[in-house]
């Protein structure tokens, strides 16, 4: 009957240990604040020596590790995998060995000093990645059969907050490349206006200067002509006398007054031709 008592007395203040964890855990923003946790609460949780956390993350592993009170996590590449971790993972077998990696240890525990150390290993299937939990324990710091089910709820909780920091990491990098796509977007927008806002601006200055060209040369063909029909009514005027005149009166008479018109009617001309050059020649200056 005292043994049941303990029993579930022990069973209690687990699952209220578990608890404090799971709380502290979840109000836990980023992998360093995991970290302080578990370093605080998987002691009185779980007896190890080392414990070891390697969780799929893309194309990479996210490897954490607990030992001596002091903690080690940061991503690794594949190859920083242990090999009896690609055993477990490609086979998904329990291990249950006294043969343990040097790797593991890494300088870090002396394995001399441990009574009868064990290495257990199990690979997790949670939130479509694998994780694969290591333990490492001996006769002092005992970890049993019995202790897989609140190792269980502690993998669950760890993993969960681990693919919830993960999860929001990846959405704030699509958010800021989003961001970062539509600055670039209105970049581009005020670019295109500024060209379109030129654009409209240059033809509105073409259209005016082609405009007032055009009034210039209507101004000067209208009066050009003008000073031409004069001279050229009178040239006409003094043709149509020669029928009555006889030669010699053409000669006195008519031929100094027509000589005189085509002179007149000849300046008009160079007049003309001056003015429509100079016109023509600004007009080709302006659309350079």
Known sequence: MSITRNAAQLY???????????NDINRCANLSEVGDVCQRHLKYLLNFRL??????????????????????????????????EKELCAKGIPIYTED???????KRIDLNVLSQPVLWGWSFDKYERKVLVSILSDQDMNFSAGD???LKLVVDCIQAKFNEIYLKRQIAIRNQN???????????NAEIEHIVEN?????????SEIAQKNEKLLHVSVLNAHNVREPLSRIQGIIQLFEYFDDDACRTELVPKLEQSVAEMDNVLKEVVEMASN?????KASRI
Do not use: C, H, W
């Open 12 to 22: 209690r203040i687990t699952y209220e240990a578990y608890s404090k964890f799971a």
């Open 51 to 84: 414990i070891r956390m390697t969780i799929e993350q893309d194309d990479k592993y996210l490897v954490f590790e607990l030992f001596n009170n002091n903690l080690d996590y940061g991503i690794r590449n594949s190859s920083e995998v242990l090999p009896y």
């Open 100 to 106: 343990i990696p040097e790797k593991l240890v890494r």
């Open 148 to 150: 897989i089910e609140i």
């Open 178 to 188: 989003l961001q970062e796509a539509y600055e670039t977007i209105k970049s581009k």
């Open 199 to 207: 654009q409209q601006r240059i033809i509105e200055e073409r259209t």
């Open 279 to 283: 016109e023509l020649i600004e007009l």
